[in-house]
């Protein structure tokens, strides 16, 4: 059974930081392109961040560009979102997501295949 599984949520004060982690397990993700999506209480699921199967190529959306940042350890099948400088509107389930096959990193939700159950990030004082 493929399985994505994020950690590293909680609750943080403005300006702090934390790391999620999405461990796959069931097959490799090595060839594919894996995403970070979130969705805050009463707004639709977005996009924020992809990377592609080897690291070299990401996309991010202006709102977290320069405070978060994705990689990926393809040995370790895991991937990364390091958030600094959090704010309380990155208050959300975050989401990590893969395609089967897809090397390129693409921010439709719907062209993921795989998806994990999600990590509450909560960020206030």
Known sequence: QVKLV?????????GGSLRL???AS???FENSAMAWFRQAPGRE???ITAIDWSGAETIYVNAVKGRFTISRDNAKNTMYLQM???QPEDTAI?????YDHDS???MLDWEYDYWGQGTQVTVSS
């Open 6 to 14: 994020e950690s590293g949520g909680g609750l943080v004060e403005p």
């Open 21 to 23: 982690s999405c461990a």
């Open 26 to 28: 069931g097959r490799t």
């Open 45 to 47: 699921r977005e996009f």
């Open 84 to 86: 600094n400088n959090l």
């Open 94 to 98: 975050y989401y990590c997501a893969a």
């Open 104 to 106: 390129r990193p693409g």
